[in-house]
């Protein structure tokens, strides 16, 4: 296959996604010689960015992506101000308060947390144009995952790629993929998670259940979403009567 044709091919499959708009998000899409994909440009959140991915990787003939994917965001932050909140909003899970935390922007790395060496976890968040990179180590997946989640959720990431180790290494099963985003609901103040049901097969995410409002609904998907590891997820979610 040519990669003129590869790249007709990957733009149908992703113009066939629900979740991907490309009248609304254009993107450019190009194939090379050895099969690599390059996807590029900003969708609307991180279902479209993660279903674009993964569209494009089914198609026969891709044999990589390079994701080149940003969120789009509604009001622009700088990196200094996405910092601040995600401090923040790490400070306030009483969870994570025994891991060493340190950010970095500008190239400038400032130490914001010091567990000291009985500490459970040392994390180092990097915020470049938009996009938060998580390094370091802690102890359990769901300290991983919800690190990545309150990543996604400061205001003006376009990104977040969660490099974090968790030592000693832990098996990821479906069981620990329902914890963790039962978690995410739990914590999310938009949402009554009690009302709510997750299951989980083979890494995709089934929601049911009922909420409130239509923003309530694709919110809870968008923290399923936000969840390290998983493939899909299957929105259930009916609106309260």
């Known amino acids: 296959m040519t990669p003129q044709n590869l790249t007709q091919s990957v733009r149908a499959a992703l113009e066939a996604d629900g979740r991907v708009n490309l009248a609304r998000h254009p993107l450019r899409i190009e194939a090379t010689n050895d099969g690599a994909v390059v996807l590029e440009g900003d969708v ?23 994701d080149r994917l940003r969120i789009a965001v509604v009001t622009p932050r700088g990196d200094a101000e996405i910092r601040d909140s995600l401090v923040k909003l790490i400070e306030q899970e009483s969870e994570l308060s025994n891991c060493t935390l340190r950010v970095c922007v500008e190239g400038r790395v400032e130490p914001v947390h010091d567990a000291g060496p009985e500490g459970s976890g040392e994390v180092e968040a990097e915020i470049k144009s938009g996009v938060i990179t998580l390094n370091g180590q802690v102890l359990s997946l769901t300290h991983k995952r919800m690190l990545g989640v309150l990543a996604w959720w400061a205001p003006g990431c376009r990104d977040v790629i969660n490099g974090i180790a968790v030592v000693p290494e832990e098996e990821d099963t479906d069981d620990e993929i329902v914890d963790a985003v039962r978690l995410a609901l739990e914590m999310d103040p938009m949402l009554k998670a009690e009302t709510i049901s997750v299951q989980c097969r083979d890494a995709v995410v089934t929601l049911e259940g009922d909420v409130r409002t239509e923003a309530g609904r694709h919110q809870a998907e968008l923290d399923a979403w936000y969840v390290f590891g998983i493939e899909r997820v299957v929105n259930g979610l009916r609106l309260r009567d």
Request: hydrophobic share 50%; no cysteine.
């Open 44 to 66: 609307s959140d991180v279902a479209a960015r993660k279903s674009a991915l993964s569209a494009a990787a089914r198609v026969p003939g891709v044999r990589g992506i390079v």
